[in-house]
């Protein structure tokens, strides 16, 4: 068997064959396979190391053990090693650990703890092997052998904003175990994409060689990170993730996986140096492309006035200027740094890095290759041979210390915490994601950009039992399900979406909103979290009132005034609240409410048809105040009407449901256990408004989209 596996082993492809059979016949011959289960087993490995010693006359220089074992089996090998398989004094022990090295900050230190009741912090090499990529571990250098260039620029005046990626198409077959406890967020965000930033963010040592005076600067770096918020992260799962699970896991078929599978986090740090500037980590499996790098991009304040066809790469300050560590894979296909003409030539190590000047028709992050400075690595090296090379010659520069390691746990547990019941955003995998998981940054949060319905999901392919813990549609239209305060965050983040849409289409927002308990969880998420909302631009609505003084802690009106209106800046002329208080008396037919509001809205409305409307669902199957077998409001041509409500205050004035569909998006909102049972009513249901007036919203050329907790869905 050893022998097998000896003989598929492969040499570098620019080792020459003969060389290679060599160097693989040298390295048969000097292995042996022993199983190593008990201490004794270890205790006869060390007597047979040492009786190899002497028949050779050798005096040993160290050893190396490589745990390439599960995490739970660290201890009990490291116990053995320990008092079983040491060397001799004089000679070293180094030990090489490979992630994952615990799953939250807990699980870390206790791991921690136990490898050091074993080993010295000098003898451990815990791996990550991004840090031994070409262009990962040539950052550092980089930043070096450029301050000249850097040291004006590496700096939130300059920095647009900093994006470190991974991409892949493979999915997580196979290693559903593994993959299932840890995610992408702990797979390869918390290690590899944070070493990464480190590396770009840390403030640079006056020795880069010196691998404590890192050390120590990472560690300054972790301490300026700002807490993570769930809303700093936007997370998916490829739609075949779940069935894996249960396949490899033998789980069943009612398990719901919530395990992310992509994963955006919006990272920032209060340095002098990148205060403002947004790092966006970004990975996942499934995607469309597998690629990996970093790219610092830099703000451009020129204008230029000469033709853009005039304009040479080198000296216009008008073509954008950033700086790529190029990991391989994508278009390029290899390691490479690249550097925007407009900003510097870099100074690269001749002996290692040479210059790529044949450019072929390619264009990375929207400019041609021939914009940029372009070098690749003399030799490609894989980044195990480096790391391990590496710990031959004690350069511990390229391993990750515990205090390092538990630095980096304490940033992303509490993240991790907060979006454990998160339901991830599925997505189809491959090229059919299309624009599905691009998303954007709104102030400190990030959010999906598409708020669209998941078209993609065929419920047909889904078991009643996947249907009842997840649906991707409701009645036909997109169904967004989450925990109470998940759900209200992607609602108001997809509501600013949709108002920041509106707005760059014509310039305003049109807004209708309910009243009732429900909205105003998401009335006060939008005053406190939503600064970049275009408050100034928006027209606020109401879907319906009660006819009560607006003062009245019954109006609709009032309930907005105090959980939103008073928090942000809406223009006074853009508040529309329903006129039910006319001539000192409350909606009186006589006065034409409904019709003076129809008015209004027909005057400042294009097409008379809101932007967005926000509806609630009563137990009973109303909806705005459109109760069950009303006698108006249900059908007909008028806009807004009076109707009559089941519960006091009686009368009420509310938008017309046929007017309601003529919106351009409605959402519905729905929480609360003690709306299961009309959520369940309504799933069967057909278009009954006359019985339930919530079956009749149906925009007509619109989108609806529902917006149900857990409990409302699921009971
Ligand atoms: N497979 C992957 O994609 C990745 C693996 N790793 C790490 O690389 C290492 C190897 O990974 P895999 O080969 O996938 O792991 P694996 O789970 O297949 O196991 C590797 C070996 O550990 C041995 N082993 C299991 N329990 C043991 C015990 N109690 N005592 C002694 N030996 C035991 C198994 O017999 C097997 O030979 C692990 O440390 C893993 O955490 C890290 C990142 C990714
Ligand atoms: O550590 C890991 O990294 C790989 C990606 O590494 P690469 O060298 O192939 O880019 C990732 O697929 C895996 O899930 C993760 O555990």
């Not at 790529?324 to 002996?351: D, K, Q, T």
């Not at 909102?669 to 309504?682: A, S």
């Amino acid at each position: 068997m050893m022998f097998e596996v000896l003989k598929n082993l492969a040499c570098p492809p620019d080792e020459h064959p003969t060389r290679c059979a060599v160097l693989k016949d040298q390295f048969l011959k000097l292995s042996q396979y022993y199983q190593l289960r008990t201490a004794e087993n270890y205790t006869v490995l060390n007597r047979e190391i040492e009786t190899l010693l002497e028949q050779e006359g050798l005096e040993e220089a160290g050893r190396i053990f490589y745990f390439s074992v599960p995490p739970f089996a660290y201890a009990e090998i490291a116990g053995h090693i320990n008092s079983s398989c040491r060397p001799r004094p004089g000679a070293w022990l180094r030990v090489v650990l490979e992630k994952p090295f615990g799953h939250d900050l807990e699980s870390a230190q206790q791991l921690a703890a136990e490898l050091r009741n074993f080993f010295k912090e000098e003898e451990m090499y815990r791996v990550d092997h991004y840090l031994g990529k070409q262009a990962v571990a040539h950052i550092l250098p980089f930043r070096d052998q450029n301050r000249q260039f850097l040291d004006p620029i590496w700096n939130r005046h300059h920095v647009e904003r900093v994006e470190i990626v991974l991409k892949e198409t493979v999915d997580a077959k196979g290693r559903a175990s593994f993959y299932e406890q840890y995610g992408v967020i702990r797979d390869v965000l918390q290690n590899h994409l944070t070493e990464v930033m480190m590396y770009l963010a840390m403030e640079l040592p006056a020795n880069i060689s010196s691998t404590e005076d890192v050390l120590q600067h990472k560690l300054q770096t972790f301490k300026s990170l700002q807490e993570l918020e769930k809303t700093s992260a936007v997370i998916g799962q490829y739609q075949a993730y779940t069935s894996q699970v249960q396949e490899e896991l033998q789980k069943a078929q009612n398990y719901f996986s919530m395990t992310p599978t992509f994963a955006g986090v919006l990272i920032h740090m209060d340095s002098l140096r990148w205060e403002g500037v947004p790092f966006i980590l970004a990975s996942g499996k499934a995607l469309d492309e597998r690629v990996g790098y970093i790219r610092v991009l830099f703000k451009n304040r020129a204008y230029c006035t000469q033709s853009e066809a005039l304009r040479d790469a080198e000296h216009s300050q008008c073509k954008a200027k950033q700086i790529i560590f190029y990991i391989g894979h994508g278009e390029l296909n290899s390691p490479a740094v690249l550097v925007s003409r407009n900003l510097f030539r870099p100074i690269m190590p001749e002996g290692s890095w040479r210059e790529v000047t044949d450019h072929p028709q390619l264009h990375l992050f929207g400019q041609p290759l021939s914009d940029y400075y372009v070098y690749s690595p003399v030799k490609e090296r894989d980044a195990y041979a480096m790391l391990i090379s590496s710990i031959y010659h004690a350069r511990k520069d390229f391993f990750i210390t515990t205090e390092n390691l538990l630095a980096s746990w304490e940033f992303w547990t509490p993240l991790l915490d907060s979006i454990s019941h998160q339901a991830p955003r599925l997505y189809p995998g491959g090229r059919e994601n299309q624009h599905l998981l691009d998303f954007e940054m709104l102030g400190q949060e990030l959010s999906f950009t598409l708020a669209e319905p998941v078209e993609f999901l065929d419920t047909s392919k889904q078991t009643p039992d996947d249907y009842q813990t997840i649906q991707a549609k409701f009645r036909n239209s997109s169904l967004v399900s989450a925990w109470p305060e998940e759900l209200v965050s992607q609602l108001a983040s997809d509501l600013e979406a949709v108002a920041a849409r509106a707005v760059a289409r014509s310039g305003e927002f049109h807004l209708a909103l309910s009243g009732g308990s429900s909205p105003v969880v998401l009335f006060q998420r939008l005053a406190k979290h939503h600064y970049g909302f275009p408050w100034k631009r928006t027209h606020l609505w109401l879907v319906d009132e009660r006819c009560v003084p607006l003062s009245d802690p019954e109006s609709n009106f009032c309930s907005l005034h105090d959980h939103l209106l008073q928090h942000v800046r809406v223009p006074y002329f853009n508040l529309h609240p329903m006129p039910v208080h006319l001539n000192r008396r409350l909606c009186v037919e006589e006065d034409q409410g409904p019709e003076l509001y129809a008015e209004e809205i027909a005057a400042l409305v294009t097409n008379a048809s809101f932007d967005l409307v926000l509806l609630g669902v009563g137990t009973d199957g109303h909806t705005a105040s459109l109760f069950p077998h009303s006698s108006s409001g249900l059908g007909g041509s008028q806009a807004v009407v009076l109707t009559e409500s089941p519960i006091k205050p009686h009368q009420r004035m509310t938008l017309s449901l046929p007017f309601i569909n003529k919106a351009r998006q409605v959402f519905v909102l729905v929480l609360g256990k003690g709306k299961h049972e009309i959520v369940t009513l309504l799933s069967r249901v057909g278009n009954k408004p006359k019985k339930w007036p919530i079956s009749g919203v149906r925009p007509s050329s619109g989108q609806l989209v529902w917006y149900m907790d857990y409990e409302a869905l699921l009971g």
